[in-house]
């Protein structure tokens, strides 16, 4: 079984601060975990993902996020807020045990204040 | 290119109806999932698709079923409609069935009245 849980359901910021976004999994395989971002009336969109290569991961627009095996988290940072950053941010987990099942996390909705 | 295209983008039933939601993936992509975003929460698996095969299921009762079409396009159908299926319906798709990048549809706005 997989889960999700993304730690805080709102995170507000001032333009020009670090970004922290929360998120443990749970996972009885090797996970693969993804951060993926809504803005308002959009489709989702790939942030970064990770799959057992570098613990660090990079992604577009200076997101990051680090994998860490032994908190079972993979917390979403950028060091630097943008307004444009203002969007829905959805952690993700899917397990290497079989099909192709993702696991979304509940959200986080990012205000960025100017 | 074009992205992944759901259709329609917005549609209004009523409890015990029918209806059938439409997801046309990317170019070269052999990979449609589906799932079930409700408002305030994440999106919810409901089916993967591939080379026309069911791959992957989600917890959603029987009144859900899809299927994929030689050309890849695929089609979610929900049966005898309840208030709660009311959501948006999100159309991923990919290259295979690993874990490549999802390229996610706008989705389908379904309300049930």
């Known amino acids: 079984a997989q889960s999700v849980t993304q730690l805080d359901s709102h995170v507000s910021v001032s333009e020009g601060t670090p970004v922290l976004l929360r998120c443990n999994y749970s996972?009885?395989?090797?996970?693969?975990l993804f951060w993926y971002v809504q803005h308002p009336n959009k489709g989702l969109q790939l942030l970064l993902k990770?799959?057992?290569?570098?613990?660090l991961v990079k992604g577009i627009n200076g997101f990051e996020a680090e994998f860490k095996k032994s908190e079972t988290s993979f917390h979403l940072t950028k060091p630097s807020a943008h307004m444009s950053d203002a969007a829905e941010y959805f952690c993700?987990?899917?397990?290497?045990?079989?099909?192709?099942?993702?696991?979304f996390g509940i959200g986080t909705k990012l205000q960025v204040i100017p | 290119d074009a992205g992944v295209t759901q259709s329609p983008t917005h549609l209004i039933k009523t409890r015990g109806q029918h209806v059938t939601l439409r997801c046309s993936p990317i170019?070269?992509?052999?990979?449609v999932s589906w799932y079930q975003q409700v408002l305030g929460q994440g999106p919810q698996f409901i089916f993967q698709?591939?080379?026309?095969?069911?791959?992957g299921r989600g917890n959603f009762p029987d009144r859900f079923s899809a299927r994929q079409f030689p050309n890849y396009s695929s089609e979610l159908n929900v049966n005898a409609l309840l208030l709660g299926d009311s959501a948006l319906y999100l159309c991923?798709?990919?290259?295979?069935?690993?874990?490549?990048?999802?390229?996610f549809g706008s989705g389908t706005q379904l309300s049930v009245l």
């Open positions: 991923a798709s990919s290259t295979g069935t690993g874990h490549e990048k999802l390229f």
């Open positions: 996972s009885s395989y090797s996970p693969s």
């Open positions: 990770y799959t057992s290569a570098a613990t």
């Open positions: 993700v987990v899917s397990d290497t045990g079989g099909y192709q099942k993702v696991t």
């Open positions: 170019s070269g992509h052999k990979s």
């Open positions: 698709y591939y080379e026309k095969e069911e791959r």
